[in-house]
Nanobody, 116 residues
Framework: QVQLVESGGGLVQAGGSLRLSCACS????????MGWYRRAPGKQRELVAA???????NYEDSVKGRFTISRDNAKNTVYLQMNNLKPEDTAVYYC??????????WGQGTQVTVSS
């Protein structure tokens, strides 16, 4: 059973920064694609950023240049550094693991609130 535990959410003023972390319980992490998704109030969950097992990142257009996704395979952890936060970034952020071998798993989510 793979478990994902997110941390690092909170309340921040516009222009501020937060760093989200997602720790994975299993070694399957190292061969999986990891992604950060978010669900804003009244909206569907959307992909924010993802990083392949080779470290190659991709980003949703609205966060390019502000957010950075990275992974530490030695710690089975993926990070999302969020800079220059905007009120429209307010959402619950979820970590997702995608494994071609094992399947997928979601974290429980962490709230990010950006005040104007």
């Amino acid at each position: 059973q793979v478990q994902l535990v997110e941390s690092g959410g909170g309340l921040v003023q516009a222009g501020g920064s937060l760093r989200l972390s997602c720790a994975c319980s299993g070694s399957i992490f190292r061969t999986s694609t990891m992604g950060w998704y978010r669900r804003a109030p009244g909206k569907q969950r959307e992909l924010v950023a993802a990083v392949g097992r080779d470290g190659s990142p991709n980003y949703e257009d609205s966060v390019k240049g502000r957010f950075t996704i990275s992974r530490d395979n030695a710690k089975n952890t993926v990070y999302l550094q969020m800079n220059n936060l905007k009120p429209e970034d307010t959402a619950v952020y979820y970590c997702k693991l995608d494994s071609a071998i094992w399947g997928y798993a979601w974290g429980q989510g962490t709230q990010v609130t950006v005040s104007s």
